[in-house]
C-alpha cells in the first residue's frame, strides 16, 4: 500500500512565524505545500497571489500545490504556473461545462505542470468519471470552500469510493486528493475510503508541526 501524501495548506500558517514556521515544515516530511487562491468573487475571501508563490517556492523543498477557487481560471492558472507551480487545480465550476474543464486541463499539462480539478461537496463526482485521463489530481471539497475551520463533511466519502473504484478498475494514474476539516481521525478514514494525499492547515500548524504530520501519514 502506498504511503499517504500530505499536503498542509498555508492558509493556516502563523504568519507572526513564518520562518520557523517554514522550517518546521521543510523538516517535517509533508511532500507538498498546498497553496490556497482565492479571489473574493468564486468564494468569499482573499489570499495569495503569484508573487507570494515565488517566495515560499525559495523557503521550502516542496511541491508547489495551488489551488485557484477564482472565477476566471484559465488566466490565473497561467499567471501561477508562471510563478513556479507543480500542480494547479482548479473548481470545475469555475468553467462553463467539461469540455471546458478538459480544454484547460490539457493547456496546464502542456506546460509540464500537473492538471487537477476540484469538486464542491454538492456537485455530483460522476461527471468527471469519463474523463479522468485527462487530469493528474482531482480534489474533493470536504467542507464549503472559502474558509478554514470547518467541519468535515463525513458525506463526501462517499464520492472518493466512486472515485478510487474507477481510478483502479481503468488503471488510470489519478490522484485523489481531500481538503477541509482534515486531522489525524478524519484522515484516517479518508484514507480508508481510498484518499491518496490530505490538505491539512490548522491540525498541522497548531502545535508541532512534525509531529502533527507524521499523525496524519501513520492514520492509515
Not at 468569499?44 to 472565477?71: E, Y
Not at 490539457?106 to 492538471?115: L, S
Not at 478498475?169 to 481510498?194: F, P, Q, S
Request: hydrophobic share 45%; proline share 4%.
Amino acid at each position: 500500500m502506498k504511503e499517504t501524501m500530505i499536503a498542509p495548506s498555508i492558509l493556516s500558517l502563523d504568519y507572526a512565524r513564518v520562518s520557523e514556521q517554514l522550517k518546521e515544515l521543510d523538516e517535517s516530511g509533508a511532500e507538498w505545500m498546498h497553496f490556497d487562491v482565492m479571489d473574493g468573487h468564486f468564494v468569499p475571501n482573499l489570499t495569495f497571489g503569484p508573487d507570494i508563490l515565488k517566495g515560499f517556492k525559495k523557503a521550502v523543498d516542496m511541491v508547489m500545490d495551488v489551488h485557484i477557487m477564482v472565477d476566471d481560471p484559465m488566466e490565473k492558472a497561467m499567471m501561477f504556473i508562471a510563478s513556479g507551480a507543480d500542480i494547479v487545480t482548479f473548481h470545475l465550476e469555475a468553467v462553463a461545462n467539461l469540455e471546458e474543464c478538459v480544454r484547460l486541463c490539457r493547456k496546464i499539462r502542456a506546460q509540464h505542470v500537473k492538471a487537477g480539478v476540484s469538486i464542491k461537496p454538492d456537485t455530483p463526482v460522476d461527471g468527471l468519471l469519463p474523463y479522468l485521463k485527462e487530469m493528474d489530481v482531482v480534489l474533493i471539497m470536504s467542507v464549503v470552500p472559502g474558509f478554514g475551520g470547518q467541519s468535515f463533511m463525513e458525506e463526501v466519502l462517499d464520492k472518493v469510493k466512486v472515485l478510487r473504484r474507477e481510478i483502479d478498475e481503468k488503471g488510470y494514474d489519478v490522484l485523489i486528493e481531500i481538503d477541509g476539516g482534515i486531522n489525524a481521525d478524519t484522515g484516517k478514514r479518508c484514507v480508508k475510503a481510498g484518499v491518496d494525499v490530505l490538505v491539512a492547515g490548522s491540525f498541522v500548524f497548531h502545535g508541532d508541526i512534525k509531529k502533527n504530520v507524521e499523525q496524519l501519514k501513520c492514520g492509515k
